[in-house]
T-cell receptor, first 115, second 108 residues
Framework: ETGVTQTPRHLVMGMTNKKSLKCEQHLGHNAMYWYKQSAKKPLELMFVYNFKEQTENNSVPSRFSPECPNSSHLFLHLHTLQPEDSALYLC??????????????FGQGTRLTVV | GQNIDQPTEMTATEGAIVQINCTYQTSGFNGLFWYQQHAGEAPTFLSYNVLDGLEEKGRFSSFLSRSKGYSYLLLKELQMKDSASYLCAVRQGQNFVFGPGTRLSVLP
């Protein structure tokens, strides 16, 4: 238990569907991240939110739409995805602190399959 | 550009010592982090270095040379449960750039 909870754990969706991934952190952190983990590829940063403001969009296609309503919750809205978007989507949180070098805490991920 | 390299796979024997290397060339550097990831589970933090030298945490140690763009993770007294992927990551500002990970198999 890392203090970061993702739901659902598994999701199968068609290319015309709309779905959302949810992430909740119970650690009081002020920064949250979405990463994509594909087979045999490094973790790829998608989005970063700092104090609910998006500070990074790593050239992610518009069919992925993040939402951060408060510092504890992060969503990833999905629509008209492609089969190549099938991957493990990981959420992470971190306490952004100018003094300490703090690590990121990861959720267990949502295994997404696009059919 | 950003480039972080690790060996793809390694195999070691229970009770042995294994060293997993990581080399990096990145445009910024605010620390190097090591994570462990078991199949189907979240990556979990192991160790980090921001200054050159060795950091020891129980059976795990991590070393950093910033001038060489090089780090390693040392695992001692290997156990079967250490079979996992080990991810090297460079922090740049508030972002983490990950290497491809090294899949370690510990054999009896």
């Amino acid at each position: 238990e890392t203090g970061v909870t993702q739901t659902p754990r598994h999701l199968v969706m068609g290319m015309t569907n709309k779905k959302s991934l949810k992430c909740e952190q119970h650690l009081g952190h002020n920064a949250m991240y979405w990463y994509k983990q594909s087979a045999k590829k490094p973790l790829e940063l998608m989005f970063v939110y700092n104090f609910k403001e998006q500070t990074e969009n790593n050239s992610v296609p518009s069919r992925f739409s993040p939402e951060c309503p408060n510092s504890s919750h992060l969503f990833l809205h999905l629509h008209t995805l492609q089969p190549e978007d099938s991957a493990l989507y990981l959420c992470a949180s971190r306490q952004q602190d100018s003094v300490q070098n703090t690590e990121a805490f990861f959720g267990q991920g949502t295994r997404l399959t696009v059919v | 550009g950003q480039n972080i390299d690790q060996p793809t796979e390694m195999t070691a024997t229970e009770g042995a010592i294994v060293q997993i290397n990581c080399t990096y060339q990145t445009s910024g550097f605010n620390g190097l982090f090591w994570y462990q990831q078991h199949a189907g589970e979240a990556p979990t933090f192991l160790s980090y270095n921001v200054l050159d030298g060795l950091e020891e945490k129980g059976r795990f140690s991590s070393f950093l040379s910033r001038s060489k763009g090089y780090s390693y993770l040392l695992l001692k007294e290997l156990q079967m449960k250490d079979s996992a992927s080990y991810l090297c990551a460079v922090r740049q500002g508030q972002n983490f750039v990950f290497g491809p990970g090294t899949r370690l198999s510990v054999l009896p």
